[in-house]
């Protein structure tokens, strides 16, 4: 049982370039989210998804995309990186509504 | 407008001792409060929640307590150990699929 996995752990983007950020999860959560945390900030959540197919937006949405296809996989897309993306990226997934999350080691991408 | 609030960015305590973490809140609407812990480099794990039927939660040297009458929670934890250190983060929910964090607390626990 992995938990909650991320890749890739660490990324360098230049400016207007595009990524995915990968999560993935194996305790069959219908919940999963996707946050940012910046120094002083605390955690900040981008997107959610209460279930495949069904997504909707956090405190802090733009210039992300998700989409999520299965309940394993939470993908999260940069279309065209900017330097206020440098942050570090947490996957979470809990069973449901107010349940605890479990989180993933994150990715730290640096957009030059 | 935040919603969750740590107001003591670091604390440190020695080992043995008790640390005390708080937390504020604003939203009489959370139902639902947790606190996780991090290490440098890792994500938050889960160490203790606690739900707004209750006023007091614990396990093993960590205990939450909240008072509902004042928006507030606290984590202590007795007794410290130097493995304790790291950033502690409270966050809230509503029963909704919305969690709200505040924005962490360093502690430091010498030996």
């Known amino acids: 049982n992995a938990g909650v996995t991320q890749t890739p752990k660490f990324q360098v983007l230049k400016t207007g370039q595009s990524m995915t950020l990968q999560c993935a999860q194996d305790?069959?959560?219908?919940?999963m989210s996707w946050y940012r945390q910046d120094p002083g900030m605390g955690l900040r959540l981008i997107h959610y998804s209460v279930g495949a197919g069904i997504t909707d937006q956090g405190e802090v949405p733009n210039g992300y995309n998700v989409s999520r296809s299965t309940t394993e996989d939470f993908p999260l897309r940069l279309l065209s990186a900017a330097p206020s993306q440098t942050s570090v990226y947490f996957c979470?997934?809990?069973?449901?509504?107010?349940?605890?999350?479990?989180f993933g080691p994150g990715t730290r991408l640096l957009v030059l | 407008d935040q919603q969750v609030k740590q107001n003591s960015p670091s604390l440190s305590v020695q080992e043995g001792r008790i640390s005390i973490l708080n937390c504020d809140y604003t939203?009489?609407?959370?139902?639902?409060f947790l606190w996780y812990k991090k290490y440098p480099a890792e994500g938050p794990t889960f160490l203790i929640s606690?739900?707004?039927?209750?006023d007091k939660n614990e396990d093993g040297r960590f205990t939450v307590f909240l008072n509902k009458s004042a928006k507030h929670l606290s984590l202590h934890i007795v007794p410290s150990q130097p493995g304790d250190s790291a950033v502690y983060f409270c966050?809230?929910?509503?029963?909704?699929?919305?969690?709200?964090f505040g924005t962490g607390t360093r502690l430091k626990v010498l030996a």
């Open positions: 979470a997934s809990s069973e449901g509504a107010g349940e605890t999350q479990y």
């Open positions: 305790m069959n959560h219908e919940y």
């Open positions: 939203n009489s609407m959370f139902d639902y």
């Open positions: 966050a809230a929910s509503s029963g909704t699929y919305k969690y709200i």
């Open positions: 606690i739900s707004s039927i209750k």
